[in-house]
């Protein structure tokens, strides 16, 4: 099992084991052959909500749920979040997996366990309204922004959708809520993010912000935090100001460029989510590319378990099985940094990049005579970027990228140029653990899209 092969299990299980604080779903699919439930193979359901990018739209959803006071009353005042947030997060995925991937038997259970749970679920918010978790209306609101937040992050982090994919996919979402009994139902994107975005209930309230609060810091560990905390902000730069202004949220500069590139590593990481994997056996369907987002490896077997894993059970089947060992499956996943090689990697970019700019008469008079010093600040800083230790910002202190570089004109052609330099220097790179592996391919669009913004955000020249 070699390195990356390695990488790739324990990043499997480490996301996974988020998961494994109750029953997991699709546990009986294969019980139900043919049965392709609601959605099926060919829905476009199946790619958006197979796709890593669903972590965001989750987060978008819930916080965008508590812009409601009767809907977040709900949970405040009924809910143990606070208490068992894991097995909050597990209830909502078993339901969004079974209702999405599970046969129609699987379906009408995940359904009527949550009809369960909100049978007397009711009260009166802070603003004298009543409310009960089993109006349709109230179903409408947090079926319809888990639907607009799992669209909105597909569109923006995964893919992407045509206008009549996306139409598609809120008609397929709305037979879920129709079996809920959710109403009203929009039947296309627009309708869709027009109800949204414009509904007459939106107000901040006391529920509403100890929600947000939470959901700033929830207790995960400290590396997994850092991760939540990346795909958390790339979750609230997709949200319109209507509700961002609600919910008092800002996204930092740079979060969407950061959710990008975290989730770029998550879909090579993870490839095929595992209910998409168990939901495909028993229509005997073949795994190929049209039916997902994210292809296996070409040396992934066609058994339904990925055999890279072997015998130090690292695998998805390992992750998921919540009998075994919650703090194998906790363990933090690799960073970009310990799987590029390290700092060595980071010091062999650069140096390629500042060879080339030597002989550029473009660029070489924006650098200093002796750019030794800034060879080792870049290096630096990327390695930090990408997870490695903090010792930019230690000696450096925030990067302050476009005030430092505010002294020189820069304008398309020195972006091109500088942009040319670090895509050679990238397309060059190999791992750096002394095996001349080549970088892969996804590992390589991350960083190609995080030089290219970099590129472009540093131009403080108008158009020629």
Known sequence: MDTLQRYRARLGASVSGLFSHGEMPLQRTADYPGDAGLCGPGSVSWKAIGDVSVFVGAIRALLIQAAHPEAVAGVDEHSRYRDDPMGRLNRTAFYVTSATFGAMPEVEEAVERVRAAHQGVSGTSHRGIAYDATMPELAAWVHNTLTESFLVSYREFGPGLTEAEADRFVVEQSQVGAVLGAAPLPQTAAELHAWVYTHPDLAPSAGMRSAVDFLRQPPLPARQRLGYDVLMHGAISTMPPELSEVLGVRARPGARLGATALLRFLRWGLRNSPSWRAALDPLQVPRDASTVTTEPDADTPA??????????????QAGLNITGSLREAM??????????????FFDELVDRFYDAVEDDRLLRPMYPRDMGPSRRRLAGFLAQYWGGPPHYSEERGHPRLRMRHFPFAIGWAERDAWMAHMTASLDAATIADGTGRPLPDEIRAAMFDHFDNAATHLINQPPA
């Open 303 to 316: 058994t339904g378990h990925d055999d890279a894993a072997g015998s130090e059970g690292e695998s998805w």
């Open 331 to 344: 363990q933090a996943p690799p960073t970009m940094y310990e799987i590029v090689g390290g700092q060595p």
